[in-house]
């Protein structure tokens, strides 16, 4: 069989400036005809085992695109408009998977730009589990140009980041996406190195017995089968619920089941109905129904019919209403929510409303509800991208084999083990550098802001993310300020992808024009209070919110904090401390700034002045 790998398509991008390998499978003698419509250049390999491989030289960076024509015996193969430009492997988790599309809102929508010259290859999230297994190439993907309605499929922070480069370096943009949901950095990493590291060797053990990941969906399948159909035994009222006005107790959308006792740790269906009006002379056309997003899974009928259904907990719920569905006058929307683990809500922060046109109907306030049926909370599947080993041999190994201008990685909300952050995010772009065979630059995005999550655990990984600086050729975007409170996909993917884009121009392209965060450098205990030094003066605060603590390791306590010639000096009372922190919760307000962009969340030992005689306060 004749092939070429998977990242060589229509409208592919190539790393310009350097080598670049081409293989695939083949039989006979391969040729590749490279050109351009003016000039051509032609290179050959001969299999070895059915495989093939050629080694592009260099190309400078143009758009002019290029035809390339394989042939192998009979048998050809002709990809068209390649680009020659820079290539970042971009990866993570799903605030780096998130399509274009999640991203824009209905109302007061961020639109993004159309541009041929950026382009994404995207392939199916593949799970593997067996410890041996290391694929080449890709197992399927194609290129998407950044035009049209395709354009929405694309990563949201890849593209603005790609937006960004090609706005300033005027040169093609090329990303090859394999970001998954829920991925911890363990998921990308092989099963010989993960027992090296001590703690996985049981669950490697089980997992990567064959048939695991089948017999695991299977009994997962069952089960939530049975949980359903557990609840469709006891529900009595869902057949006539369109007719039913009796009987509904009173609640106020958005809220959280555990305030109000009858619905607080319940699982399994409930009924919610809201009476709105559309007034006389309101054009019903372009009707959309914007329901915020709920926990776990629903189904929406406005008038008796079905408009729109999700059937997990994080997509925005936004949905068209067909013509003919709204009248003038009263209207009905009811929805199912089916609550999986007890902990059901309409998430805070969000918008209930119905649009039509530019007319906005708020549905938020009084709704009615009426539970359907109850059940034991069901148990979870097997989220199986969101384990160790999982991602490594179909999702990562191929990219060893790509040339990357460099890796821009967003991920780490899946590892809640942050004492091991560090160290398993350096062994990772250690092997990955490794098996790559050269020092691939690698920029990463900080956790931003959110609420939603073990008390108190963020500000650790925060931490342990910028304690990922030590190493070599690596550069962070601080994300504080770009989250959302109860979301964990916040909408803002444009200062995401920007401030990427910002860290790669100053560690890739060695461009001090780039905006440069400031870092803090040290803290010093002085007659006045603890002073904390930046690399860069000119820091602003931007709000007043409280931001700094200082703790003995035992007691914290908040610290006054104001700007000097010298850094930000810190008052405090009550407590001799060790350490400073600053922005230290989950879901902190971003308060100093260096020009546009936040100064990073931190954790600092304190140490003593020398000379604090000599210092401004």
Known sequence: MFSVMRTIGDHAVLQSG?????????????????????????????????????????????????????????????????????????????NMELPLSRTVAPIDPHMPKENSFIREF????????????????????????????????????GHYFAQELFGKYDIPIGLVNTAAGGAPVESRM??????????????????????????????????????????????????????????????????????????????????????????????????????????????????????????????????????????TGDNTVHIRLEVHGGEGRFTPGKRYCLKLGDDIIDLSGKWGYKVAATADPLTPGVFFQGLPLSMYAA????????????LIWYQAESNGNFDRYTMLFREFVEMYRRRSGYDIPVVFAQLP??????????????????????????????????????????????DVGKRLAYAAERLIYDDDTAPVGAEPISAEHTDGGVLVRFNISGIE????????????????????????????????GGITPVKVRYLWENDPTAVLYYKELPVTPFEMDIIMCKDSASLQR
């Not at 593997?128 to 035009?147: K, M």
């Not at 999702?395 to 460099?406: L, V, W």
Request: glycine content about 8%; charged content about 25%.
């Open 18 to 94: 350097v080598d670049n390998r081409i293989f695939g499978k083949a039989e006979q003698r391969v040729t590749l005809t490279v050109s351009d419509g003016a000039s051509s250049a032609v290179y050959s390999a001969e299999p070895t085992d059915g495989r093939w491989e050629i080694t592009l030289p260099p190309y400078k960076a143009s758009f002019k695109p290029y035809t390339f024509t394989f042939v192998s015996g009979k048998e050809s193969i002709s990809c068209g408009d390649i680009l020659f430009g820079d290539l970042f492997h971009i990866s993570g988790q799903s």
């Open 449 to 494: 802001n959110f609420v939603d999550i073990t008390p108190g655990l963020w500000p650790y990984i925060r931490e342990a993310q910028r304690k990922c600086l030590d190493i070599p050729g690596t550069a962070m975007a601080v994300t504080i300020d770009a989250g959302e409170s109860h979301d964990l996909h916040p909408l803002n993917k444009w």
């Open 190 to 327: 092989p099963c010989a190195m993960l027992r090296s590291f001590g703690g996985y060797d049981d669950f490697l053990d089980k997992c990567t017995k064959p048939g695991y990941m089948e017999d695991t969906a299977k009994e997962d399948a069952e089960n939530f089968s049975k949980w359903i159909d557990g609840l469709v035994k006891k529900d009595t009222i869902s057949d006539g619920i369109f007719n039913d006005t009796d009987g509904f107790s009173e609640c106020s959308i958005p809220f959280d089941f555990s305030d109000i006792p009858e619905l607080s740790g319940m699982s399994g269906w409930v009924w919610f109905v809201r009476h709105f009006e559309i007034p006389e002379g309101m054009s019903l056309d372009d009707a959309v129904l914007i329901l915020g997003t709920m926990v776990d899974s629903d189904v929406v009928y406005v008038n008796g019919e079905k408009v729109g259904e999700t059937g997990y907990l994080y997509p925005p719920r936004i949905y068209r209403i067909p013509a003919g569905v709204l009248h």
């Open 122 to 157: 995207r392939m199916t999230v593949t799970n593997c589990f067996d410890a041996d297994a290391e694929y080449d190439d890709f197992l399927d993907g194609r290129w998407t140009v950044a035009e049209g309605e395709e354009m929405m499929h694309m990563s949201a922070a």
């Open 541 to 572: 605060m931007r709000s007043d919110a409280p931001c700094f603590t200082v703790t003995d390791g035992e007691r914290s306590t908040d610290a006054s904090a104001q700007i000097t010639a010298d850094g930000v000096l810190l008052r405090y």
């Open 395 to 406: 999702m990562t190994a191929p990219a060893f084999n790509i040339r990357f201008k460099g």
